[in-house]
């Protein structure tokens, strides 16, 4: 049960770190999105739009290897080394990207919060199971 529940909030990990990618590497320039992340107009938006770029894929990359170890996980139980390894390493990952937002500032309180949230169920869940 535990185990099933990792891999629960793990998926959802995952697929909240592919928006995030989605937002900052796809969408970045479009207000809707931007505004979502304090940019105040288009301009500085282009200006910030490589860092963006750039960030997003880190989030997808951490989303990628959740979901590997998340099919690994399935396909050989909870005693799978690898995909559990690498299940808790992008978790743990998440958490501390989430951290790392949050010594930004307290007005990243909110979106480390987000971010962090998920993963971090998920990480203590995961190492339970």
Known sequence: MI????????GLAAL?????????SVRWTKPAT?????????????????L???????????AIGAAIGIVLWIAHGTGDVAGRT??????????????VLLTSGRRY???????????????VLAILA
Do not use: C, K
């Open 52 to 62: 963006a770029y750039n960030q997003g894929f880190y989030n997808l990359f951490l």
């Open 16 to 24: 909240l770190h592919v928006y995030i990618f989605v937002l900052e």
């Open 86 to 99: 690498l299940l808790i390493f992008s978790l743990g990952s998440m958490v501390a990207a989430a951290l």
């Open 34 to 50: 931007w505004r979502v992340f304090g940019i105040a107009d288009q301009q500085t938006a282009e200006t910030t739009r490589p």
């Open 109 to 123: 309180l909110r979106p480390a919060s987000i971010q962090g949230t998920l993963p971090v169920i998920g990480l």
């Open 3 to 10: 185990g099933t529940l990792a891999l629960v909030f793990a």
